[in-house]
């Protein structure tokens, strides 16, 4: 699976953005069998999770300090999943990545997750 993010940009504190990840899917596997995730990885710290969505889409899980700012969906039949991000903090800037884990589980665990988009920059202004 090849993902690209992109959406990423330069926000005013309170302000939203909306991520979006495009998954190119290898022949013989399909975009609704992966567990989608965001991450995130501000200037000298360590990744951390963000967001993540089971395969049809039912079943999400949000780190605390994003639960009812931030929305996990998926569009299957596209091969995309987005993140909305609302009432967006300056301690939300950083990196976001998208990933997919060809497991079952919905995990907020990186070592879970197989394959990594290249990141896009959220950085939110005070």
């Known amino acids: 699976v090849q993902l690209q993010a992109s959406g990423g940009g330069l926000v005013q504190a309170g302000g939203s953005l909306r991520l979006s990840c495009a998954a190119f899917?290898?022949?013989?596997?399909?975009?609704?069998?992966?567990?989608m995730g965001w991450f995130r990885q501000a200037p000298g710290k360590e990744r951390e999770f963000v967001a993540a969505?089971?395969?049809?889409?039912?079943?999400?899980y949000y780190t605390d300090s994003v639960k009812g700012r931030f929305t996990i969906s998926r569009d299957n039949a596209r091969s995309r999943v987005y993140l909305q991000m609302t009432s967006l903090k300056p301690e939300d800037t950083a990196v976001y990545y998208c990933?997919?884990?060809?497991?079952?589980?919905?995990?907020?665990?990186?070592?879970?997750?197989?394959?990594w988009g290249q990141g896009t920059l959220v950085t939110v202004s005070s």
């Open positions: 990933a997919a884990d060809r497991g079952g589980l919905v995990s907020s665990n990186p070592l879970e997750y197989d394959y």
């Open positions: 969505i089971g395969q049809n889409g039912y079943t999400t």
């Open positions: 899917v290898a022949s013989g596997r399909t975009f609704n069998s992966y567990v």
